[in-house]
C-alpha cells in the first residue's frame, strides 16, 4: 500500500512538472525603454499579439511574461523600442528550461546579447 501511494505521488507530480507553465522574467538591460515584446516559436515568421499591452519595460527594469505553451518550448522574442520605433529579435530561447531573460543591445553595433538563468 505504501508503495503504490508513494508512486501514485511520484506520477502526480510528473504530470504536473509537464504541464507546468514556462513563465520568465524579462529584464531590460539594453539602455531604452521597450514598448512591446512578442514571443514566437523559434523560426516561425508570424509575431502575434504584443505581450506588453498597455506599459512599458523601462531600461533596467523587469516584468513576468506568463507563458504556458509547453508544446513550444523554443522561442525568439522581438522587442519594439519607444524612442524611435525599431525592432530587434533574440532568438531560440528554451522558456522551459529557464526563468528569467536578461536583455543587451548595442545600438551602434546592432550587436544583440542575452544572458539566461
Known sequence: ??????TFIAA???ATAAFADADFTLVNRTGYDIRE???????RNSWGNDRMGDGIL???KSKLFRFGDRAACKQDLMVVFDDDNSKVT????DLCELNKITL???RRSGEVSAETE
Open 1 to 6: 500500500m505504501k508503495k503504490q501511494i508513494l
Open 12 to 14: 502526480a507530480l510528473a
Open 37 to 43: 515584446v512578442y514571443i514566437s516559436p523559434t523560426k
Open 58 to 60: 523601462e531600461k533596467g
Open 90 to 93: 533574440w532568438e531560440n530561447f
Open 104 to 106: 543587451r543591445y548595442n
